[in-house]
């Protein structure tokens, strides 16, 4: 959890296995439209990360909804696919008058919990990285979305590789 006096979206590129020799190399970002100001910040994050790890960038698929909450409809497609090491779900709620930000965010992260909890066919059940801000207030998104506090989408690309390499260290 990143805080005012760290900033966890600066890492060691050394310190992590290497992306380029996962098999299979393909990585799946699915961003929410809303907020975009926020989300496509968080987007480009983990696009560069991914990259600059040596992931081609044909080996990255974007997929754009709506909003946050139609964030686990498409990971579950992709994971569906079986191809990909890894898939990070970006978006942001921030929260409002009305209870629909408790909604929202519980809804998605009860998602990507089954997601990564599913069984069955051992291709489909890939990582999916929680990369959804949750915030008081726009100033605190743009903190986590490349502001003061980092970028939580460079984080989810290296919590994607982690994950993606977990059993084959």
Same mark, same amino acid.
């Given at each position: ?12 590129? @050394?310190?992590?296995? %290497? ?12 961003? %929410? ?5 926020? /989300? ?5 994050? %983990? ?20 909003? /946050?909450?139609?964030?686990? #409809? ?12 890894? +898939? ?14 408790? #909604? ?29 801000? /949750? ?5 605190? %998104?743009? @903190? ?10 460079? @984080?989810?690309?290296?919590?994607? +590789? ?8």
């Amino acid at each position: 959890m990143a805080t005012k006096n760290h900033n966890l979206s600066e890492y060691d590129p @050394e310190s992590l296995p %290497a992306a380029k020799f996962l098999e299979p190399q393909q990585y799946g970002l699915v961003v %929410a439209d809303w907020n975009s100001e926020i /989300t496509y910040a968080l987007l480009e994050g %983990a696009y560069d990360t991914l990259t600059e790890q040596g992931v081609r960038p044909d080996n990255i698929t974007v997929v754009h909804v709506p909003g /946050t909450f139609e964030l686990t #409809y498409a990971a579950k497609l992709l994971q569906e696919k079986g191809c990909y090491a890894a +898939i990070i779900v970006m978006g942001c709620v921030i929260q409002g008058d009305t209870p629909h930000f408790d #909604y929202v965010c519980q809804g998605v992260t009860q998602g990507v919990t089954m997601l990564n909890a599913r069984k069955g066919d051992s291709k489909a059940a890939c990582p999916v990285i929680f990369s959804v801000l /949750t915030t008081l207030n726009k100033e605190q %998104a743009l @903190e986590r979305a490349g502001g003061k506090l980092g970028n939580k989408g460079i @984080e989810g690309a290296i919590t994607a +590789i982690k994950m993606a390499n977990l059993f084959l260290q």
